[in-house]
């Protein structure tokens, strides 16, 4: 019988995780497979806070002719389709969740109030986290750090498309090496971009772990929460 490593974890999916092969929107044989390795995370007794991208569906810097700040915000829109698809996958599954949103859209969600999360992740609920950080010009990679600085989450996961971090982009340089554990500063200073600097800054300021795996691996979730060396750790 495996055990957990952490009480309570913050993960950050990207939307492109969610379009599977197809590249974009959601990709229900994607989403169920991911919502399948959450709930064997929480069957383990953990705390799960989600935080979603939307690049599935659209990125603030997408809109080169826009303003900038009308741009993030259709990324945060974005990112409230994919937290409510989770939730239905999660709750089809018998699986209580609570969607919150930095911006108040309260026809199909909660407003984030931090006192409401703590309770819910109590009582056993997936809380996921849609909108960012409510703010323009900040990333979900900055909001994922924020929630778990919020939460009091022991590690965040970085589900990604990648098994980890290498010290150069293997999708263009074919002796590009993986890094087993990097910290933070060293992080920052090499200018790697798995993570943005400012998620990375709130993660050192609050000595929070991130683990950067990947998603698609078999069981990757449960491994990363049981303690398994996968992926890369910033620490």
Request: with cysteine; net charge neutral.
């Amino acid at each position: 019988m495996q055990s957990a490593k952490y009480k309570r974890v913050l993960i950050k999916l990207s939307g492109e995780a969610l379009a599977g092969e197809k590249g974009n929107g959601i990709d229900q044989k994607t989403l169920d497979a991911i919502t399948d390795q959450i709930i064997a995370v929480k069957n383990l007794g953990v705390e799960i806070g989600i935080v979603v991208g939307g690049g599935n569906f659209w990125r603030g810097r997408q809109g080169t002719e826009m303003d900038r700040s009308t741009a993030d915000h259709m990324g945060m829109l974005a990112t409230v389709i994919n937290a409510l698809g989770i939730q239905d996958a999660l709750e089809r599954k018998g699986v209580p969740t609570r969607v919150q949103t930095a911006l108040t859209i309260t026809r199909v969600a909660e407003p984030y109030i931090l006192r409401k999360a703590l309770a819910h992740l109590d009582a056993g609920k997936i809380v996921i986290f849609a909108c960012g950080t409510g703010n323009p010009y900040f990333t979900t990679d900055t909001a994922a750090a924020l929630r778990a600085a919020e939460i009091g989450a022991e590690m965040l996961l970085l589900a990604k498309n990648v098994d980890g971090i290498y010290d150069s982009d293997p999708k263009t340089n074919k002796d590009a090496k993986k890094l087993s554990s990097i910290s933070y500063k060293e992080f920052i200073s090499q200018g790697l971009k798995a993570m943005d600097t400012t998620a990375i800054t709130i993660c050192m300021e609050n000595n929070i772990p991130v683990l950067a795996f990947g998603l698609f691996e078999e069981n990757a979730l449960l491994r990363s929460v049981c303690g398994e060396e996968i992926g890369t750790v910033i620490k």
